[in-house]
């Protein structure tokens, strides 16, 4: 089974050049020294274009405070930076730690997932065994303060969550309305690192078809997988569906993890080209002992995208996967963080990656095999139904979500794939 590898690439800038002094530098007395010093006299002239922009704006702007060099140079750094592509961007040091966190899986906080809906903080579900889980919360509750400040005034579920987590072993007071109930009450609890879970069902569908479904890629993600994969095949499945659908990606290697145990050792899963023809990084299974042979049928979505597109393409390029479903996203390419100090950091696009076959799927997205597309309306309901739902009681599902459980369209197709594999490898083996 695989196991957790490496982190995601991370570069560290080293003090000794002045690449430093152009992402650090905020003074703008500071930047033009740090600029003076490029041997490049192109890069020269432009920094020294670039500063007396920024004296002629600090000295006539109206307004002094919106002017302050020290602002005006942090905002050339995101403009710098963010103009290249929806994916590189200047992280100030409060969202490069939440990026930090959303890679690694691990945060402070009480273990509960929100959402808003209709102007409500609802609880989508506690994390098993984290202080929410402990003291009583359920799905369904709303969160309507937060250390005794209506979450109101927080205006979107990231500004609740962000202040639901914290250091560990601190204190917060969650106020909470029960509608099943008509109550309300508070709970005070202890923030604890908590682990976020990539693989939220895990289940035997069908008479013997595996179901796993991925909602992110994380630094745990690959265990985790490994986990539920152990799992399913100790109770004789004959065959698996991955879901993928509204997966963003995150690790890459990550993706490479959960590959493995389809791949015998040595076999290439993806690989990276970056700017230069040495750039190139090939990733292939590592895993021992034979590969998992089961028949596969991968789930996909316009959602689907980065490290879930790896996970497709390979599968996909190697016959090892029936894809179901709506062409993916398109996001082919990696991202690299340089820290910087302060806390802050540089989350930079360097390369891209390509399947197994040298296809890049950058702004083309994976088409699947079977094509079965889902209305809006039916995605946000399905999204819903399968994150969050406990569809046994098909009436109390209604009245907590205002309307009937829907027939999921593309796991239904990925099913009468898999049965179609089955019964044709049941008469070739006769």
């Given at each position: ?8 690439k ?9 690449m ?14 740090a600029?003076?010093?490029?041997p490049?006299?192109?890069?020269s ?28 140079a942090r ?11 929806p994916h ?24 509960i ?6 102007g409500?903080?609802i609880v989508?579900a506690?994390?098993?065994?984290t202080p929410?889980?402990?003291?009583g ?6 969160v ?11 205006n979107s ?5 962000s ?11 969650v106020g909470l309305?029960?509608?099943?109930t ?5 709970v ?11 693989v939220?069902d895990?289940r035997?569908?069908?008479?013997g ?16 997988f490994?986990r ?7 109770r ?9 659908r ?7 290697e ?12 040595g076999e ?6 970056g700017?230069?023809?040495?750039d190139?990084?090939?990733y ?8 998992v042979?089961?028949p ?5 979505n316009?959602g689907s995208?980065?490290a ?8 996909k390029d ?6 179901v479903?709506?062409?993916?996203f398109?996001k082919g390419?990696?991202q ?16 891209r990656?390509?399947?197994?076959a040298?296809?890049?799927?950058h ?8 094509e ?7 995605d ?13 009681d098909?009436q109390a ?16 197709a ?6 179609g594999?089955r019964v ?7």
């Amino acid at each position: 089974m695989p196991t957790v590898g490496g982190m995601f690439k991370r570069i560290l800038i080293l003090a000794t050049g002045v690449m430093l002094g152009i992402a650090l530098s905020l003074a703008a007395a500071r930047v033009a020294v740090a600029w003076s010093l490029f041997p490049s006299r192109e890069l020269s002239r432009h920094a020294g274009y670039v500063r007396d922009v920024m004296q002629l704006v600090s000295e006539h702007y109206v307004d002094p405070r919106a002017a302050a060099y020290d602002k005006l140079a942090r905002n050339a750094i995101h403009g710098m930076v963010e103009s290249l592509d929806p994916h590189s961007e200047f992280l100030e040091a409060k969202d490069n730690k939440e990026f930090e966190e959303d890679l690694t899986g691990e945060f402070g906080g009480i273990g509960i997932e929100v959402e808003t809906r209709a102007g409500k903080a609802i609880v989508i579900a506690p994390i098993a065994g984290t202080p929410s889980d402990r003291a009583g919360i359920q799905r369904g509750d709303e969160v309507v303060a937060i250390d005794g400040r209506p979450v109101e005034s927080l205006n979107s579920s990231d500004g609740i969550v962000s202040q639901l987590r914290g250091k560990p072993k601190t204190k917060v007071v969650v106020g909470l309305f029960r509608p099943s109930t008509q109550r309300r009450f508070e709970v005070a609890l202890v923030r604890e690192v908590i682990r976020s879970e990539s693989v939220r069902d895990v289940r035997v569908i069908d008479g013997g078809v595996g179901y796993v479904q991925l909602t992110e890629f994380s630094d745990h993600t690959g265990e985790q997988f490994g986990r539920a994969l152990e799992g399913l095949l100790r109770r004789g499945v004959t065959s698996l569906v991955i879901d993928l659908r509204n997966n963003p990606g995150g690790v890459l290697e990550a993706a490479v993890e959960v590959a493995e145990p389809f791949f015998r050792k040595g076999e290439l899963i993806v690989y990276t080209q970056g700017r230069q023809p040495a750039d190139r990084d090939d990733y292939r299974a590592e895993a021992d002992g034979h590969p998992v042979t089961l028949p596969v049928a991968v789930l996909i979505n316009a959602g689907s995208a980065s490290a879930a597109e790896i996970l497709t393409g390979a599968l996909k390029d190697t016959n090892r996967a029936v894809v179901v479903g709506e062409r993916s996203f398109g996001k082919g390419s990696v991202q690299s963080v340089f820290p910087l100090k302060n806390g802050e950091g540089l989350r930079l696009t360097t390369a891209r990656y390509y399947t197994p076959a040298g296809v890049s799927i950058h702004e083309k997205g994976i088409t699947p095999h079977v094509e079965v597309v889902m209305t809006p309306e039916e995605d946000e309901k399905l999204s819903r139904q399968r994150a969050r739902a406990d569809l046994s009681d098909p009436q109390a599902f209604k009245e907590r979500f205002g309307f009937e459980p829907i027939e999921d369209r593309q796991l239904q197709a990925a099913l009468d794939v898999l049965k179609g594999v089955r019964v044709l490898a049941g008469r070739s083996g006769r």
